[in-house]
């Protein structure tokens, strides 16, 4: 079973790991073609933001904001795939963060091609969210399960 769980792991990691080495091989002097069109959508983002949320959402250069991303990718999966809860937590956050920069379907209307597309990206991307959260609660749930456990006294004769 161990070994099962560490080929999923492996399998579920390769997605982050195949994007960080594709962002890191384009990254360029300004970030490459991630950071050129992340740009328009992290403005739009910001704009929406600040107009529902009503405060300011800080400037970010967006080549530190795909090098910061790449890095959380890469050593968020790396420690995902050894099975600990900070790797996870790496991804989860990256998730959190470009989720809904990146697939901004509410900027559409619904029925423009667009918005389909964006969303189902948005909804497979919340699927990766649910499965972390699923990898973080089982892990916590097994290591309560063990430390409950008393320990086996020797039988003697």
Request: charged share 15%.
């Amino acid at each position: 079973m161990a070994f099962v769980s560490f080929v999923g792991r492996v399998l579920f990691a390769s997605l982050f790991i195949l994007s960080a080495w594709h962002e890191f091989n384009e990254f360029g002097d300004d970030g490459g073609l991630v950071a050129r069109s992340l740009a328009p959508k992290f403005k739009i983002f910001s704009r929406h933001v600040s107009s529902h949320a009503g405060f300011q959402v800080p400037p970010v250069e967006m080549k530190h904001a795909v090098a910061t991303a790449i890095a959380m990718k890469g050593i968020g999966s790396l420690l995902f795939i050894f099975g600990s809860s900070l790797g996870a937590y790496l991804l989860l956050l990256h998730q959190a963060i470009v989720t809904p920069i990146l697939y901004d379907f509410y900027n559409y209307d619904a029925d423009k091609e667009e918005f389909n597309q964006l969303f189902t990206k948005f909804t497979q991307n919340l699927a990766l969210f649910g499965a972390l959260l699923f990898f973080i609660g089982m892990k916590n749930s097994v290591s309560r399960r063990q430390l409950g456990k008393k320990p086996l006294k020797s039988k003697t004769l």
